[in-house]
């Protein structure tokens, strides 16, 4: 899967994707990208404890949580009451809104979570926006099988994970307090309207 068909510049951002097939492998291996990535950066960019980088002139504002293997990039903006868990990579100029939760996921650049957000196990584009409360489901609790399917080329994927987000497009638009479905995946400038609850599995059955 070429995943460049989504995100533009993934791979000349960050070479070490091209080891990897799937989003959801991505995903699922994020903490050792992580430490490949942080392995190149320099202490006169980040500041760099305990497997966190942050760079200098990134924003982390009050009461924000940073678990271990997260890259914060230049210019970004992280606000009051995030929770950033288990590998977390942020590109440059990104916007994380207060009290979000971004789990295990990376965002590139330019691109804004607003307020309120969970992100699990996703990958999202350039010049992405999500809106307050929108929720990027990463996990069945509700059913017996709970691999996630996915679809590619309108092609039905079997993951074979459980854990497994969004692949959002470049300048996608995410409306406030959408639901995405995990397995959603979005092509570049994609709109999900307000309170939409998005199952693409669904759509292609109807």
Known sequence: MDISSYIEKCYAR????RRYRYPWDITSGLEDLILQV??????????????????????????VTLKEHTIIGANSIVKAGAYLRSGVLLGNEVTIGANCEIKQSMVFDKSRVAHLNYVGNSIIGEDVNLEAGSILANHFNERHNKNILTLIDNS?????????????????????????????????????GRLVHLDQLKEKKA
Do not use: M, W, Y
């Open 156 to 192: 039905i994927v079997d993951t074979n994970i459980t854990k497994f987000g969004s692949l959002i497009g470049d300048r996608c638009r995410i409306g406030a307090n959408a639901v995405l479905n995990p397995g959603t995946i979005l092509k570049c400038d994609s709109v999900v």
């Open 14 to 17: 960050f070479p070490q994707l």
């Open 38 to 63: 942080l392995a190149g950066l320099s202490d006169e960019g980040f500041k760099i404890k305990k497997n966190v980088a942050i760079h200098r002139s990134a924003i982390i504002e009050g009461n």
